[in-house]
């Protein structure tokens, strides 16, 4: 399966803990920048995609004239009629009806939603442009324009938050019907203004920890599957663009600072807006290049992410070859014999206990 990303780099200002490549105060640019998206997208004149992800920076800023002159382009030069699932990313300060109108008529079937909390005070000190009324609004707009798959991102660990004002976060959205949630523990970046201004009311580690699994035991009792370490869906609303993703599929970005993966070559546009705008074209590439076992390595990192469905290292195997798996499967044994990993035959999972450790475990998946 191949999946098509396109990134949009702008915000209305930056959120205090973002590390994304993302631009404020540019949206004048935006126009000049959907043109060179479309510029970029004649480089893959014909492939197909089955799924397509517009994320950001903040894409509802497109508004629905330039998101529809977008679509319109990027369909002239690429195969997106048959997708299997189209997402947008939005935030609630830039998303109103007609916008998800228009989101909805050029054939986007998912939509998901920076709310990160419910609380206005931690919104506002995380640096939201937008009210929680504003989030829920957001929510029960797209559903009223029949788009029926809704996520919402959440922050674990926000200065201030407490048990209570999660939970009520959580019981809110899922009691509007939200179909997946997206859930990641605060971490404070270096180049963020947390990072430079620590808040004092930061809940400390042991918070997230306790808080993570109640957030998890709640969305479970809505019948949401914790099916990858930050993910919750209900039963067929996973998000299958991103789960190609941690499956080690193909994809191929567009945009300043986009990611692709092709053929087993994967590369990066450079993160410059203006150099992008230039020539798209020529914007400088970063090219990733690693060995085999390195490759084969990265991507039982990420298929272990996948809490459900976990690694089968058999298909690995087909993908790369046995001799490459040797030294990874030691690796995973190791893992296995300490309780980290569980092992079913030939498929390795994470553990329960080791979700919220997963990156430790994950350093050793790869050395
Ligand atoms: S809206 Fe998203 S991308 Fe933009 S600054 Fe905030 S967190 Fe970063």
Known sequence: MRGLYIHIPFCISKCRYCDFYSLAGKTDLIEGYVSAVVREAEKYGGT?????????????????????????GLRSHLQIDCLLEATIEANPESTDEDFLRMVRDIGFNRISIGVQSL????????????????????????????IDNVSADI????????????????????GIGLTHA???????????AFAAC??????????????????????????????????????????????????GGEYI???????????????KNEANLH???????????????VDAETKMAEEAMLRLRLLEEGLDTGQLTMRYGLNEFKDLEKRLNILAGQKKLVKNGKRYKLAPGSILT???VFVDVIK
């Open 48 to 72: 197909s995609f089955k799924t397509m992800y517009v994320g950001g920076g903040t894409p509802s800023l497109l508004g629905p004239r330039r998101l529809a002159d977008l679509v319109d």
């Open 119 to 146: 609380d206005d005070d931690e919104l506002k000190k995380a640096g939201r442009v937008h009210s929680s009324t504003q989030a829920l609004k957001a929510i029960e707009l797209a559903f009223n324009c029949g």
């Open 155 to 174: 922050i674990i660990g926000l200065p201030g938050q407490t048990v209570e004002s999660l939970d009520n976060t959580l019981r809110k959205l899922v």
């Open 182 to 192: 997206s859930v990641y523990c605060l971490s404070i970046e270096e180049g963020t």
């Open 198 to 247: 620590p808040p004092a009311d930061l809940p400390d580690d042991e918070f997230q920890a306790s808080v993570y699994e109640r957030v998890a035991g709640i969305l479970k009792e809505y019948g949401f599957i914790h099916y990858e370490i930050s993910n919750f869906a209900l039963q067929g609303k996973e998000c299958l663009h991103n789960l190609n993703y941690w499956r």
């Open 253 to 267: 970005g567009l945009g300043s600072s986009a990611a692709s993966h092709v053929g087993g070559r994967r590369w």
């Open 275 to 289: 150099a992008y705008m230039d020539d798209p074209l020529a914007a400088g590439i970063e090219e990733d290049i």
């Open 358 to 360: 997963s990156n430790h």
